[in-house]
C-alpha cells in the first residue's frame, strides 16, 4: 500500500522510512516546511532530502513555494501555541497532497523527534486526515531516535541543529540547550 510521509529533514526521514518499508508499506516524501528560517537553512534541509531521496532511491515531492509569510502571520503572537499553528499549516498540506496525489494513508516525520510534542502532533494529523478524506497511519517513531541519527551521520547528511523556525533558532542560542 502506498504511504505518503511528511519529511521535515532527511534525517528525520531515515527511521520512519525504513519502518514503514518493513510494515510492508511503498512510501514516497512529501517535503512542506514553511516555518524553516532563513531561506539558507530552508535550502539546506531541502538539499538534504533531495540526496537522501537519490540515495535511497524514494521518490520525494516539494510542494513550490517557501509560504513564510503566511508562515509568520500564523505564528506570530501565539507565544507556546505557536508550534500548533506551524503543526495545521504542514499537516494540512500534507493531508491534501496525499488526497491529490492518491495516497489513501500518510504520516509525518515529526513524530520521530524527541523535541517536538508529539501529542499535539498526533491530533493535528488525525483532524487533517480527517478534513481531506484521507488516514492517518500512525506509529511513534520516536522508539528509532538513536537509529536515525547514527544513520544520519554515517551518511554524512546534512543534520540542523534547531526545529526551523526563528523561535527555535532563537532558544537555541538563548538557553544553550541544543
Known sequence: MKILL??????????????????GFEPAGFFYN???HPYLEYAKRLAAVREFAGRTG?????RDGY?????????????????????????????????????GL???TLLYSRHQKHDLIR??????AWEHGVDLYYEDFREGW?????E???????????????????????DGSR
Do not use: W
Request: hydrophobic residues 35%.
Open 34 to 36: 514553511p516555518n524553516i
Open 146 to 150: 538513536r537509529e536515525g541519527i547514527v
Open 152 to 174: 544520519s551521520k554515517a551518511m554524512g547528511l546534512y543534520r540542523q541543529q534547531y526545529c526551523g523556525c526563528v523561535y527555535s533558532e532563537r532558544e537555541r542560542y538563548q
Open 58 to 62: 524514494v521518490a520525494v515531492t516539494v
Open 6 to 23: 511528511h519529511v521535515c529533514c532527511a534525517p528525520c526521514a531515515i527511521y520512519p522510512f525504513s519502518r514503514l518499508r518493513e510494515e
Open 123 to 128: 491530533g493535528v494529523a488525525k483532524e487533517m
Open 106 to 108: 500518510f504520516t509525518t
Open 67 to 103: 509560504d513564510l509569510d503566511e508562515f509568520l502571520v500564523r505564528v506570530a503572537g501565539k507565544g507556546r501555541n505557536r508550534c500548533e499553528q506551524c503543526y495545521r499549516m504542514r499537516l494540512d498540506a500534507a493531508g491534501a497532497a496525499a488526497r491529490a496525489e492518491g495516497f
